[in-house]
């Protein structure tokens, strides 16, 4: 940390990937996507990466190709949660070797969100689809916290049908192994 002015600044070395802003590709063209990416860790080369994250989260596919190319990263993957790692942020964090989050920081995960247009038949083949996703995105986070995909999925919907998802402090997401 280096202090400019009256505010402090966090200088990103070199082998850092920051990704502040949405979860692929938004209405202007903007966000973090696999592409960029794969493009930060051809850079990275075969040297230990950290990645900084502040995100309200945005596309689950682009989410879980990030988090792939993360895994399959040949030196340690360290992630710091710096605001938010809501929705498929919250799968990219899921990457890292370690996972750190700063003080009042916050983790949200929730069931996968879409759109779906047609007869009645389209609308109830798209649950079985959205299951399908929630059952992906739980495997990801049981995998790398120890709880049961029951438990997970439960954490999905929420403490009740009204709301969505599980909103999580740092303390609460490193006691539950996040």
Known sequence: LSLVGSEMC??????????????????????FTAKRMAGALRSVGKNAVTVNINSPGGDMFEGLAIYNLL???????TVKVM???????????????????GTGSVMMIHNAWG??????????????????FDQSMASIYAARTGLADAEILAMLDGPSRASDGTYMTAREAIEKGF
């Open 10 to 31: 966090i200088r990103d070395s070199p082998n850092t990937v920051s990704i502040y802003g949405v979860i692929g590709e938004d209405y202007w063209n903007e966000g």
């Open 71 to 77: 895994r399959e990263h040949p030196a340690k993957v």
């Open 83 to 101: 605001g938010v790692a809501a929705s498929a942020a919250s799968v990219i964090a899921m990457a890292g070797d370690d996972v750190l989050m």
């Open 115 to 132: 759109l779906v247009i047609g007869n009645r038949h389209d609308f109830a083949d798209a649950a079985s689809v959205f299951e399908t």
